[in-house]
């Protein structure tokens, strides 16, 4: 006589891997995709997945010991840079022109932090490689799409092209973590093909970032892949140096730019009205202008037009010597302390360390909530790839002489 089998029916379970998978399929494969045709594709869908996320924690129990982690965080050295640099832009508030925008930034500024903590909280301590795999997919098939709509301009959703240049850079920026998963799993032909069609989107675009920021995570890609702690610290150690020394850079670079590209090129008049705000006013580089300054105030003839547009200057320029020396110690201990248990997906890391940087100091706007949005987004994937790294081979059976 047969005994059935009763099987226990978990409808919280089942649930929950339900969301889960639906969330990991919006963050992992329609993200890359919808950036490329709506420029409010990235800022609506992260948030909707990562709640889908913590919605599949909390019914299946999955997030445990959370404050444990959180007070790991906040007491680790990036994490106590992290606050310090929060708290002194909220000081800012108090001699910044523009209070009521830069309340709203810095309210965006901690939302999505808050968004990126319950993400790293949601992501369950052992990911399957099924959610993982739709980020290669995603990123490819959006590759593939954004290659005609690069030749033609854009789709008739985006006549001006405008969200298909923020799509190849958050494509740029997607790439890594795609490539250091199929790394990891020795797919390493697919990771070259995905690579290459990238580059070729690149290529197609008519603004220069993404290639540049794609050329900056390959150079560091290499590098790490023959020597893991050098390339770590040496991308840490320049990603630091650059912003903490950022003043001096347009007493250095403005006499080699008007060697090379002429007088009145525009590299050479920004680092110009960069030198001649630092020796007009030096005190303010103890505590800056206030959080907005550097962007608003070029509407209010407060900022030069042609002032630099890039991370190094903001910094400096809004929060100061304090925010620039709490910027660098967060982005070194981040660098240094980002270890993978797997040397396959530490290049990874470190390439989209050192492209996501390139592509602040070269001119894009980091002060939109796009930008953070697309940086949450990138922290969480790498931690979920971080953690599918498991031993996934079944230990072989011994058997055993019984007596």
């Not at 298909?164 to 850079?169: S, T, Y």
């Not at 093909?193 to 989107?201: I, K, Q, T």
């Not at 290499?222 to 001096?248: D, E, K």
């Amino acid at each position: 006589m047969t005994r059935s089998v009763s099987q226990t029916v978990n409808p919280s379970a089942d649930a929950a891997a339900m969301l889960r998978r639906l969330g990991f399929a919006i963050l992992f494969f329609a993200v890359p995709l919808a950036a490329l045709f709506t420029r409010r594709a990235l800022v609506v869908m992260a948030p909707l997945a990562v709640i889908l996320l913590v919605l599949a924690s909390v019914l299946d129990g999955s997030a445990r010991h959370a404050w444990d982690k959180l007070t790991a965080l906040a007491t680790s050295p990036g994490g106590i840079a992290g606050l310090v640099l929060l708290f002194w832009a909220g000081l800012s508030l108090v001699w910044t022109p523009f209070l009521p925008q830069a309340s709203e930034r810095l309210l965006n500024i901690t939302g999505m932090i808050l968004m990126g903590l319950g993400g790293y909280l949601a992501v369950p301590e052992r990911m399957r490689s099924a959610n993982l795999y739709l980020l290669p997919i995603g990123v490819g098939l959006a590759a593939l799409i954004a290659i005609p709509l690069a030749l033609t301009g854009g789709s008739r959703f985006d006549p001006e092209g405008l969200s298909l240049e923020r799509g190849m850079l958050m494509l740029v920026l997607l790439l890594w973590p795609a490539i250091a998963w199929l790394h990891s799993r020795g797919r390493n032909l697919e990771a070259i093909g995905l690579a290459l069609a990238v580059a070729v989107c690149s290529l197609l675009t008519r603004d220069g970032l993404p290639l540049y920021g794609l050329a900056a995570g390959a150079v560091v890609f290499v590098i790490t892949a023959w020597n893991p702690i050098f390339g770590s610290r040496v991308t840490g150690f320049v990603m630091a140096g650059l912003l903490l020394f950022a003043p001096i850079l347009p007493f250095i670079l403005k006499p080699l730019a008007t060697t090379l590209l002429g007088a009145k090129a525009p590299a050479t008049v920004s680092l110009d009205i960069w030198r001649q705000i630092i020796l007009n006013e030096p005190l303010r580089l103890l505590t800056g202008h206030g959080l907005e300054t550097a962007l608003r105030g070029r509407f209010y003839g407060l900022v030069p037009p042609n002032a630099p547009s890039t991370l190094l200057f903001e910094v400096w320029y809004e929060l100061g010597l304090v925010g620039a020396v709490a910027g660098s110690v967060l982005l070194y201990q981040v660098v240094v302390g980002a270890k993978s248990h797997r040397a396959t997906v530490a290049p990874g890391i470190m390439a989209a360390f050192a492209c996501t940087y390139a592509l602040g100091c070269l001119g894009i706007g980091t002060a939109q909530v796009w930008w953070f949005t697309a940086l949450v987004v990138l922290v969480l994937i790498f931690v979920a790839i971080e953690r599918g790294q498991f031993r996934t081979k079944r230990p072989k059976a011994i058997l055993r002489r019984t007596i």
